[in-house]
């Protein structure tokens, strides 16, 4: 008798991951470097869902989303929260300012927003405070000051590495849970303080930046006070998806940042600090793996990336500063203006990958009206040969040629099209043509911020969760 293969041939990997999934929950993640629209699609996709969860990052992620002429730009809050009857979950995997929360909250409220239970904040998400803040910029300028402003990482100055850092050191990390105990929260916040007075005071010796300690008293009244406006939301939202779940309530998990900044899976050190994808959902929230059976993969039809680090399609020339005009792609978060270029789809397809992502969601391809010619990248070359997979170092990675294909650009603008089969030949061959490198369907076509501004092809669709 023969013995068993071990290792599945590769039609059998294709059979395996083209088979239908059937889970009742969603998530959507965005494929590229962060800014891919996921606001968006989130509050297109939320009627379907209950409850909405976010389970990474913190207030760097800035997700737009446009109803009728209003624009809300949320960085802490699901975008579920516009919608009426949904539960929006921030979960155990992000890191929270409270400050910015309920900045957040005010905002939303003073625009007719309903803010009470639909709005959970678990227990276990750690805080942001304001000597992260300043960790972050002084290690930035730290770095810059011995290694040179290229090596720093650009991040976006809102204390979350220095955050999860603590989360990992454990002795220095504080929850959302710990402001419900102010006496213990008191004690704790103290030492940290002391703690964090002296590295920084050494940092700041480094960067050549002055420094003034932080105030241990001053800080731990803001917090309760935080605490005490956030209580009614705090709670063990793990025990609450569980809940929901048994009740056959379905969850739409809403990822921050974007793949190719993942800790791990990302282009490391030039990173967020969680696990961005749909890899980070289980540890962020808490629900059990395999919860998801639709993963919606999110990316523009270019590349932008905000922050240092390698970006093999980059346009530094005036076809890049049209892409940058025409897109508007400047940070909600930051205002930084974004670095552009060609769609570069051996990205999307290492992260689709990695993400177990169904479908594609196509956006702002009006952006790439009026070019005569477009550019797709579809694979990299090093040293003159194929590169296989996708390089799992920075090094290495900025040394990659791209190998493009040159494709008909479309004249026509398409911002009015409200039917796939109505956009020029060349926008639908360019859609066409990035399922046939990816391999998945492009099921949302997205050609403006409104709502009305997007193609959903249903039967493109392979999961209907
Ligand atoms: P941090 O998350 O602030 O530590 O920044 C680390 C890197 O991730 C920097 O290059 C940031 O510009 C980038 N980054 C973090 N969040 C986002 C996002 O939501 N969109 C785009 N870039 C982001």
Redo the contacts with the bound molecule.
């Keep these: 008798m023969a013995s068993p293969r071990p290792v599945p041939l590769q039609w059998e990997l294709q059979i395996m991951s083209t088979a239908p999934t059937t889970g009742p929950h969603a998530a959507v993640s965005g494929l590229q470097?962060?800014?891919e629209g996921k606001g968006k699609v989130v509050d297109l996709l939320t009627r379907r869902y209950d409850y909405i969860v976010r389970y990474n990052?913190g207030a760097?992620?800035?997700h737009s989303v446009v109803i009728g002429d209003q624009r809300y730009a949320l960085h802490l809050i699901p975008s579920g929260i516009l919608h009426e009857g949904k539960i929006n979950v921030i979960g155990n995997g992000v890191v929270v300012d409270p400050a910015q929360l309920i900045s957040e909250m005010d905002t939303l409220a003073q625009r007719g927003i309903d803010i009470g239970d639909n709005l959970r904040l678990s227990t276990r998400a750690h805080l942001v405070l304001p000597y992260h803040k300043l960790q972050?910029a002084l290690m930035e300028a730290a770095v810059s000051a011995s290694r040179g402003e290229h090596k720093a990482?650009?991040?976006?100055?809102?204390g979350?590495?220095p955050a999860y850092a603590d989360k990992m050191h454990r002795s220095t990390g504080l929850r959302a849970g710990d402001l419900l105990d102010p006496e213990r929260f008191a004690d704790k916040l103290k030492h940290v303080v002391a703690l964090k007075n002296a590295m920084l005071g050494a940092t700041a010796d480094l960067a050549g930046a002055e420094f003034e300690p932080i105030d241990a008293d001053e800080l731990t009244e803001a917090y309760l006070g935080y605490g005490e406006v956030l209580a009614s939301h705090i709670c063990d939202t793990q025990h609450l998806l569980h809940t929901g779940m048994a009740d056959g309530k379905k969850l739409l998990f809403e990822g921050?940042?974007?793949c190719m900044?993942d800790i791990d899976h990302g282009t490391y050190p030039?990173?967020?600090?969680s696990n961005c994808g749909a890899v980070g959902i289980y540890a962020g929230s808490g629900v059990p793996g395999g919860t998801v059976g639709r993963t919606v993969g999110i990316m523009k039809a270019y590349t932008t990336r905000?922050?240092?680090?390698p970006f093999a399609t980059e346009l530094d020339d005036e076809v890049g500063q049209r892409i940058r005009d025409r897109g508007n792609e400047y940070?909600t978060?930051t205002g930084r203006p974004r670095r552009c270029g060609w769609l570069d789809l051996a990205v999307v397809k290492y992260t689709a990958a990695v993400n177990g992502v169904t479908e594609l969601s196509l956006m702002l391809l009006d952006v790439l009206a009026g070019f005569d010619t477009l550019k797709v990248c579809v694979g990299y070359e090093l040293d003159g040969k194929a590169v296989e997979g996708f390089p799992s170092s920075s090094v290495e990675y900025e040394r990659v040629t791209p190998v493009y294909e040159q494709v008909p650009g479309f004249a026509d603008e398409v911002t009015d099209c409200e039917d796939y089969d109505h956009l020029p030949g060349a926008a639908k061959q360019y859609v066409e043509l990035i399922e046939q490198h990816v391999g998945l369907p492009v099921s949302i076509v997205s050609v403006g911020p409104a709502r009305n501004q997007t193609m959903i092809r249903e039967a493109h669709a392979p999961v209907s969760a």
């Design positions: 470097w962060g800014d990052g760097n992620a800035g972050d990482i650009g991040t976006t100055g809102r979350i590495g921050a940042n974007g900044l030039y990173v967020t600090s905000v922050g240092a680090g940070g978060t």
